[in-house]
């Protein structure tokens, strides 16, 4: 009887196999996800209320009669009077105790910030806490990660600094979100700045941020929009938890797959967690290793080879503009 050979793993091999056995973490259905999922759904309806509140609120401000005249003088004399916006200022009918850095208490209204932005901060405070790129990833998950890209980025980075690597995560992510570098007010395009328009206001005012201007409102009024936030949270939250103990789970298996030489082993680990796992899940496809293939490389070098000025044939020539 012929013995059957045990396939030998390597690196790349332990690499792919990891692959599958998240690709199937990333899949299962379970209270942690449910609860995202969940979150995700109720916060929908949140930001739906929120914005009928914000929208009644700011055109009680702004009349769209005055505004609608504004964008026709605006227009006639090349003015900036009348602008779109999806962040506002908003202060409540209530007063709440304050104490100043003397130790002065006086009442002032209640405010906040409240953010439409997909990237907008959650923090209710104009000035506390960064632009949220955690609702962004978090609600755009699949989305993301349909495209090969990492979601989970800030779950994976965790307390470690800054390195090139999470940074080139974060700006794929960005890219395909529409969330350009730098850009908070204005420069979007793509999934965000559709997102962004859906839920932008006409206001009246000069300056292109909310900057000072406040918007008076209703208790009850703010505490709807208020809300929104809060919703908001909750789905970065129960992201993280999920994403969190999947990174926990993804790490003991990486873990065990270095200690497992031949391919049996990992694939009794995965049929032990009902995880689907062929030997060709972890081969390198042919089309990867071709381009090792000696004549593809020699082919390539000759290619890379500086050509001579002025080629006659033009057949070796190509122009090539800077992007």
């Known amino acids: 009887m012929t013995k059957t ?15 599958v056995f998240e690709n199937d973490l990333q899949n299962e259905d379970n209270i942690l996800k449910d609860e995202y999922l969940k979150a995700k759904k109720q916060c929908d309806v949140h930001i739906e209320n929120a914005f009928k509140i914000a929208k009644q609120v700011v055109e009680r401000k702004y009349p769209p009669e005055t505004v609608k005249t504004l964008k026709e003088i605006q227009t006639k004399y090349n ?47 104009q000035y506390g806490g960064q632009v949220s790129l955690d609702f962004a990833y978090a609600y755009y998950h699949n989305h993301l990660r349909n495209l090969g890209l990492t979601p989970n980025v800030f779950i994976l980075k965790g307390d470690k600094d800054d390195n090139p690597h999470h940074s ?28 962004n328009k859906k839920y932008s206001l006409s206001v009246i005012s000069q300056h292109s941020h909310c900057s000072s201007r406040y918007i008076e409102c ?22 993280e938890e999920w994403q969190s103990n999947i990174l926990e789970r993804k790490n003991l298996i990486e873990q065990t797959l270095k200690s497992y030489k031949y391919f049996d082993e990992l694939k009794k680990l995965a049929d032990n967690q009902n995880v689907e796992i062929q030997e060709t899940d972890i081969e390198i496809h042919s089309s990867e290793l071709s381009i090792y293939n000696p004549d593809t490389v020699s082919a390539m070098l000759d290619n890379l080879k500086p050509k001579a000025k002025g080629n006659k044939g033009g057949k070796d020539c190509k122009n090539y503009s800077i992007k």
Not at 81 to 101: G, H, L, M
Not at 113 to 122: E, K, T
């Open 5 to 19: 050979k045990r396939i030998t793993l390597n690196a790349q091999k332990r690499k792919l196999a990891l692959k």
């Open 79 to 125: 003015l900036k009077v009348c602008r779109p916006d999806s962040c506002f200022n908003f202060q409540s009918d209530q007063t709440e105790e304050k104490t100043d850095w003397n130790g002065t208490v006086s009442h002032v209204p209640k405010q906040k910030h409240i953010d439409f932005n997909l990237n907008g901060r959650l923090s209710g405070d």
């Open 168 to 195: 080139k995560m974060i700006d794929d992510n960005n890219e395909k979100l529409g969330i350009h570098s730098g850009s908070y007010n204005s420069c979007y395009s793509g999934i965000a700045e559709k997102w």
């Open 218 to 239: 209703t208790q009850d009024e703010l505490d709807i929009m208020n809300d929104m936030l809060i919703a908001k949270q909750k789905v970065v939250q129960t992201y």
